[in-house]
């Protein structure tokens, strides 16, 4: 793994007793909602962006959809994922065929059957087109946004790089970095935009893991954005991830990767 972190455009080398720690101060808060967390195996396809475990799938109603990545070194993850979902016994609806790409982390559902997809260096028109033809009747619409170059195509930019959703309707955002047309539909649909300052995007203020509506995580260290969540009554839980999340370019939403959400009623 040492070998990996440059190439992949981490911030520095990993520090493995750190990073596991934070990972584990994460899961206990998982783990600590209620959820049933289960854990991807080894596999020889998977490298140090693996633990990113939301890019290479979409989940629908019918079951998984397998993504083809849009990041050359993430290309096994989607077989290593495929293995697991076997084992696991969630069906398989298909895969994103190539030259199409979609990753999971460009994919924000704005309700049970409206879906906005990113469309940019991770995720291209022919890849929309694809897991609009999987989704089939699961979805009334799916909504293609159009992505900014920001830093270029060998840093990662995802449609939920600026984008997390805590609530019905409501979602922790950068505007800065929003396609106007994209922001002025959210807005005309009714949903509430809880800003994030400049000072917090880099420290992944925007990345914030929904366990259920109103109750979230995300990285320590962002006060600015956790206190306008709490003032908005939304239950805040933090974790250290420094070496987890900031130095990979993932937040606590990549680390995870929902097959199965319980209604609540």
Not at 32 to 55: K, N, R, W
Not at 145 to 167: A, E, M, N, Q, R
Not at 173 to 179: A, D, E, I, L, Q
């Amino acid at each position: 793994m040492d070998s990996q972190w440059q190439a992949l455009a981490y911030l520095h080398p990993q520090e493995y007793d750190r990073v596991c720690r934070e990972f584990d101060a994460f899961l206990a808060l998982v783990e600590g909602s209620g959820a049933e967390v289960g854990f991807l195996p080894a596999h020889p396809a998977t490298g140090l962006d693996s633990i990113y475990t939301h890019d290479p799938l979409v989940v629908s109603n019918r079951g998984a959809i397998l993504c083809t990545m849009g990041k050359e070194a993430r290309a096994g993850e989607p077989d290593a994922f495929a293995a697991y979902l076997q084992a696991a016994g969630v069906p398989v609806v298909g895969q994103i065929e190539p030259p199409g790409t979609v990753e999971g982390g460009d994919v924000c559902w704005l309700d049970e059957r409206t879906v906005a997809v990113g469309q940019g260096y991770r995720t291209n028109a022919q890849g929309i087109r694809q897991l609009t033809a999987l989704l089939g009747d699961d979805v009334d619409e799916v909504i293609s946004v159009p992505l900014p170059h920001w830093t270029g195509p060998v840093d990662c930019l995802h449609l939920l790089s600026f984008i997390s959703p805590v609530d019905e309707k409501t979602a922790v955002v950068y505007s800065r970095m929003m396609p106007v047309p994209f922001r002025q539909l959210l807005l005309e649909r009714g949903w509430r935009l809880m800003e994030v300052p400049d000072a917090e995007y880099d420290s992944f203020a925007c990345n914030v893991l929904a366990l259920s509506p109103g109750d979230c995580v995300m990285i320590e260290g962002n006060p600015i954005t956790q206190r306008r969540l709490e003032e908005a009554g939304v239950r805040v839980r933090t974790f250290p991830g420094q070496h987890l999340c900031i130095a990979g370019g993932g937040g606590p939403t990549c680390l995870t990767r929902p097959i199965v959400r319980e209604s609540i009623s």
